[in-house]
């Protein structure tokens, strides 16, 4: 099952407090969130009836795709959570043979910037507000939330 536009925008108004330089636009961000829609495919994860994490997957040429949104409920920032999105995006990955996975994190954007690092995510190149990254499938095989889960 794939979360829907209004889950979508729900999850960002509570985590993302300023997008760009200022304050979260709902609006903008709606239309943002059915851009991505068209081109991106969706993966949730949920608990107790709610979106608490999800991640917009676009397909690229050569085994890549593209990363155009991550988010994690702050009150659900936890292994479990994580270990369900990873293996949905691992799951995603292998069926449509992605090798590559990138992404823009911007400079301020301190714990997605130490979650793209701990999920094995690496810098490729900066400008003066963002990173872009590059990670590669087989490297999520590796997170220890993964390794844990298949010795359990």
Not at 70 to 79: K, V, Y
Not at 102 to 117: F, T, Y
Not at 119 to 133: C, D, I, K, P, Q
Request: glycine share 6%; hydrophobic share 50%; proline share 3%.
């Amino acid at each position: 099952m794939s979360p829907s536009a209004a889950e979508l925008l729900a999850l960002d108004a509570l985590t993302l407090r300023e997008a760009d330089g200022g304050a979260l636009d709902l609006a903008a961000q709606a239309r943002r969130i059915q851009e991505s829609l068209h081109c991106a495919h969706a993966l949730g994860v949920w608990r107790e009836g709610q979106l608490v994490a999800y991640v917009l997957l676009q397909p690229q040429e050569l085994g890549r795709a593209f990363v155009r949104g991550f988010c994690l409920h702050p009150d659900w920032r936890q292994a479990g959570v994580l270990l369900d999105l990873l293996r949905a995006v691992l799951a995603w990955v292998t069926e449509h043979g992605v090798s590559e996975l990138h992404s823009h994190v911007r400079k301020g954007n301190a714990e997605s910037l130490a979650l793209h690092r701990q999920l094995g995510f690496a810098v490729v190149a900066e400008n003066e507000w963002a990173y872009a990254f590059v990670a590669h499938a087989e490297a999520l095989t590796r997170h220890p939330v993964l390794r844990r889960a298949a010795r359990n």
